[in-house]
C-alpha cells in the first residue's frame, strides 16, 4: 500500500448528534482523552467558565455561553486518524450543523437513556437518512434511572425509522446499573462506581456470562432478569449485518455512562472497526475514489470574522480524494479560478494550527477572499469536476428585514447578500416583481441575533426583524410554476430564493396538505436540490 492509501485508509470522519445535554461533549471529551489530545476532562467545554472546544469568536457566544460554530478536531488513536466534526448542540442550531453532516462519513447517535429519541435528534437523523450514511446509537447515562432498554429500542425503530442491533446489553440502570453483557464475547464487563466527573474512569471487570461469580457480582434478580432479556433478543432482534450497517439501515446500538467512562472504549472500539474509511462522493465525472492521487475537497461552512482585527472569512473544506500540500495550486472550479489555499488550518482540541498536508476524510480551514459558497468544489486544475451540490435546508423561523437607514442601502445590501451565501441565513423576496420586501428564513432562532448583530457591528447598519407566523417552507419542484396561480393559497406567502426558484411559506402542515390535496400534480420539496 502507498503511503498516501495507508493514511486514508485508517481516517475516520464522523459526527457525533444529540439532543442537548445527552452526554455529546462529555463523550467527545472521553474520545479525546483516549487518544491522549488531552490531559484532563473538563477542557473542551467547562460550562462554569463558559470554556469552548474552539471558537469564541463571537460575542454572542461568550455572552449566551454557547458555541453558534461547528468545529473538527482531529486526534490519533490506536491506529486510526480521527476526524470528530461537531455539531452546535444547543437548541438554536444553524444551518451549519446539517451542513457539516454532509461531510461525515458516518454519525454517532447520543440518546439520554432516561428521555429517549428527542425532537433534535430526529431532525439530525432526517439528515443521515437521506444520505444513507451509517449510524451508530451510544444510549448514555445508564448510571441514572434510565426507560426500559427493549422500549428504547423500539422508540428507535419507530420514530427515526431504523432498525437497531444491541451489541452489548445493560443490565441494570442507576444505582442498580451492573455493567453491559457483550453479545458476541459473551462476556460481562461489570460497573462499579467511582466518584463520578473528572477524568476518572469507573472500575470494570470482565467476568463470562457463565461464570458463577457473576451472579453474585450482580444479584440474582438483575442475572435472572439478564438471562431472560439475552433470550428474548437472540429471538427477535435483527442480527449484525455488516452490510445494513454500511447502507445506513440498521443502527448498531451501544450502552454505557459516558460521564463514568464506562462503555466509552468499547464503543469507541467497536465503532472504529465497523466504520469505513472515506467513501467515494459523487461528482459530475461519476464516483470520485478517495484514493486517487488527484487533491479534490468541497466546501461545506464558511465562517466570518474569526479573527476581530480582520474582518476575514474561513472556508471550510472536506477532502475528498488524495492530499492536500500546503501551497499547492488548485482550481476553484465554480469561478474556473486558480489559487493557492493560504493558510490552511486545522483543529486540534483547542488550538488551531497550519498544517502542511492533509488528507481525504480531513476537514481543513483555508482563507476565503470572498469567492467560495458553499458547496464549491476545489480540485487541481489538471483534473476538474464538481461535486454534487448541497441541498438547502428547510428554515423554520421567519422574518422581515426592515433596514432604519435608508441612506445606507449599499452596505444593507452587501451585508445581506454576504451573509446569506456565507449560509448563516437564507433571503427570499416577495414573488411579485418589483416588491423590495426582504424575508429571512433561519433554521435556529439564534441566527436572528447574529445577523442583527453582525449587519450593525460589521456593515454599520441598523436593522429591524419583524417576526413571521410562518413556520414550513417547500419548495415548488417545478419551476416554472408561478405559485399566484395556485388554489388554495390565500394565507400562503410566496416568495422566490436568491437563485429565483419559487417557494411557498406555510404555516402548519394542514395548510401544506390542503394546498396539495386542491392543486393536483403539485410538488413541494422539503429541500431545494441545489
Ligand atoms: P451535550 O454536549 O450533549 O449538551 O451534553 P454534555 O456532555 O454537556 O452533558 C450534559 C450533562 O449531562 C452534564 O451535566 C454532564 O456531566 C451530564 N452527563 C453526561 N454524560 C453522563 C452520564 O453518562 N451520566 C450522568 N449521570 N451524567 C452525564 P451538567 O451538570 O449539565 O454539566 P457539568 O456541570 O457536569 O458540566
Same mark, same amino acid.
Given at each position: 500500500m502507498s503511503d498516501l492509501q495507508s493514511e486514508i485508509k485508517k481516517r475516520r470522519t464522523f459526527a457525533i448528534i444529540s439532543h442537548?445535554?445527552?452526554?455529546k461533549t462529555t463523550l467527545t471529551e472521553k474520545f479525546l482523552l483516549y487518544g491522549g489530545a488531552i490531559n484532563t476532562a473538563g477542557s473542551v467545554k467547562g460550562k462554569a467558565t463558559s470554556k469552548h472546544a474552539v471558537s469564541d469568536w463571537m460575542e454572542i457566544e461568550k455572552e449566551r455561553g454557547i458555541s453558534v460554530t461547528s468545529s473538527v478536531l482531529q486526534f490519533n488513536y490506536d491506529g486510526y486518524c480521527i476526524n470528530i466534526l461537531d455539531t452546535p448542540g444547543h437548541q438554536d442550531f444553524s444551518e451549519d450543523t446539517y451542513r457539516t453532516l454532509m461531510a461525515a462519513d458516518s454519525a454517532v447517535m447520543v440518546i439520554d437513556a432516561s428521555k429517549g429519541v428527542e425532537a433534535q435528534t430526529i431532525k439530525l437523523f432526517k439528515v443521515c437518512v437521506m444520505r444513507n450514511i451509517p449510524i451508530f446509537t451510544f444510549i448514555n447515562k445508564m448510571d441514572r434511572e434510565a426507560r426500559d432498554t427493549f422500549d428504547l429500542l423500539d422508540e428507535i425503530e419507530q420514530v427515526l425509522g431504523i432498525k437497531t442491533c444491541p451489541i452489548n446489553w445493560p443490565i441494570g440502570c442507576g444505582k442498580e446499573f451492573k455493567g453491559v453483557y457483550d453479545r458476541?464475547?459473551?462476556?460481562v464487563s461489570s460497573f462499579q462506581a467511582v466518584a463520578t466527573g473528572g477524568s476518572k474512569a469507573a472500575k470494570e471487570t470482565d467476568l463470562s456470562i457463565d461464570d458463577p461469580a457473576l451472579k453474585e457480582e450482580v444479584g440474582e434478580l438483575l442475572y435472572d432478569k439478564l438471562l431472560e432479556e439475552i433470550e428474548l433478543l437472540d429471538g427477535a432482534s435483527d442480527p449484525f449485518d455488516i452490510d445494513l450497517v454500511s447502507k445506513g439501515k440498521l443502527s448498531p446500538v451501544f450502552f454505557g455512562s459516558a460521564l463514568t467512562n464506562f462503555g466509552v472504549e468499547q464503543f469507541l472500539n467497536h465503532f472504529l472497526q465497523m466504520t469505513s474509511s472515506p467513501l467515494p462522493r459523487i461528482s459530475d465525472k461519476g464516483e470520485i475514489d478517495p484514493m486517487g492521487d488527484h487533491f479534490s475537497a468541497f466546501v461545506f461552512k464558511i465562517q466570518a470574522n474569526m479573527n476581530k482585527d480582520h474582518r476575514d472569512r474561513i472556508a471550510f473544506m472536506r477532502i475528498c480524494s488524495g492530499k492536500f500540500e500546503a501551497g499547492m495550486e488548485v482550481t476553484h472550479v465554480q469561478s474556473e479560478k486558480k489559487m493557492r489555499l493560504s493558510q490552511p488550518q486545522q483543529m486540534m482540541a483547542k488550538d488551531r494550527k497550519i498544517v502542511e498536508e492533509a488528507y481525504a476524510g480531513d476537514v481543513i480551514g483555508v482563507f476565503d477572499p470572498g469567492i467560495f459558497s458553499i458547496g464549491d468544489t476545489v480540485c487541481v486544475p489538471s483534473n476538474k469536476f464538481r461535486y454534487e451540490g448541497i441541498p438547502t435546508f428547510a428554515p423554520e423561523h421567519f422574518a422581515r428585514l426592515i433596514q432604519l437607514d435608508s441612506m445606507k442601502r449599499k452596505q444593507f445590501v452587501k451585508g445581506v447578500t454576504q451573509i446569506a451565501q456565507e449560509g448563516a441565513i437564507q433571503i427570499f423576496q416577495e414573488y411579485t416583481a418589483g416588491m423590495a420586501e426582504i424575508i429571512v428564513g433561519v433554521v435556529g432562532v439564534l441566527q436572528f441575533d447574529v445577523l442583527k448583530y453582525r449587519l450593525e457591528n460589521e456593515y454599520g447598519c441598523d436593522i429591524r426583524l419583524e417576526p413571521l407566523s410562518y413556520s414550513h417552507i417547500r419548495w415548488i $419542484?417545478?419551476?416554472?410554476?408561478?405559485?399566484?396561480?395556485? $388554489?388554495?393559497?390565500?394565507?400562503v406567502k410566496k416568495v422566490k430564493d436568491m437563485k429565483g426558484n419559487p417557494l411557498l411559506l406555510f404555516n402548519n402542515e394542514w395548510n401544506i396538505r390542503m394546498v396539495l390535496e386542491k392543486n393536483e400534480g403539485l410538488e413541494l420539496m422539503e429541500f431545494s436540490k441545489e
Open positions: 442537548p445535554d445527552a452526554g458476541n464475547s459473551k462476556m $419542484k417545478d419551476r416554472t410554476i408561478d405559485p399566484n396561480t395556485l $388554489k388554495g393559497v390565500m394565507d
